[in-house]
T-cell receptor
Framework: AQSVTQLDSQVPVFEEAPVELRCNYS??????LFWYVQYPNQGLQLLLK??????LVESINGFEAEFNKSQTSFHLRKPSVHISDTAEYFC???????????FGKGTRLSVIA | DGGITQSPKYLFRKEGQNVTLSCEQN?????MYWYRQDPGQGLRLIYY???????QKGDIAEGYSVSREKKESFPLTVTSAQKNPTAFYLC?????????????????FGSGTRLTVV
């Protein structure tokens, strides 16, 4: 069975600084990888996803993630964060077929002015 | 606009009472899911359904029940057998391509129901 490990439960960072949220997965088969964002008391919104092809995927708001098969990682990065990026971020994995998404425990990103 | 509606947003119940959380979608999605979210524990799967009148247990199904009588509706009942029901509950849905599931679809989430049992 697949699993997801988010290595940091909380990440504080100053505004306009870069940030990396780490995600490692475990699976014996090929996977699809996702990053979701959750603002307080709301549901999750899809941020970006890796399906196949280029290992670097980007979102519309400046985040990017790189799939690294040898290290089984899918870290999320942003070169310059804003206050509005303060939220909880979840990494998730899904294998081919109809198995449900498996989520990590989340990383709370706090951007400090 | 299409989406998932969860109601109510906040729910208070006395210990020992059953309570039903509503989840309705107008996306024509085939599969629906219920997750429970607790601080520091991420999202844990309770039940899911890929077709009407059929559903499967997730990782933490004990103390919960579901039904899927209509494609657009997937209510969750938190029974008195659930030992620690206070949590944030999220409903999600996804679709498939023709007769085959495609794992490259992400999920669409509702805005959640916060259940507090006193």
């Amino acid at each position: 069975a697949q699993s997801v490990t988010q290595l940091d439960s909380q990440v504080p960072v100053f505004e306009e600084a870069p940030v990396e949220l780490r995600c490692n997965y475990s699976s014996s088969v090929s996977v699809y990888l996702f990053w979701y964002v959750q603002y307080p008391n709301q549901g999750l919104q899809l941020l970006l996803k890796y399906l196949s092809g280029s290992t670097l995927v980007e979102s519309i708001n400046g985040f990017e993630a790189e799939f690294n098969k040898s290290q089984t990682s899918f870290h999320l990065r942003k070169p310059s964060v804003h206050i509005s990026d303060t939220a909880e971020y979840f990494c998730a994995v899904r294998v081919k077929g109809n198995t449900p998404l498996v989520f990590g425990k989340g990383t709370r990103l706090s951007v400090i002015a | 606009d299409g989406g998932i509606t969860q109601s109510p947003k906040y729910l208070f119940r006395k210990e020992g009472q059953n309570v039903t959380l509503s989840c309705e979608q107008n996306l024509n999605h085939d599969a629906m899911y219920w997750y429970r979210q607790d601080p520091g524990q991420g999202l844990r799967l309770i039940y899911y359904s890929q077709i009407v009148n059929d559903f499967q247990k997730g990782d933490i199904a004990e103390g919960y029940s579901v039904s899927r009588e209509k494609k657009e509706s997937f209510p969750l009942t938190v029974t008195s057998a659930q030992k620690n029901p206070t949590a944030f509950y999220l409903c999600a849905s996804t679709t498939r391509t023709g007769a085959r599931w495609s794992a490259n679809y992400g999920y669409t989430f509702g805005s959640g129901t916060r259940l507090t049992v006193v």
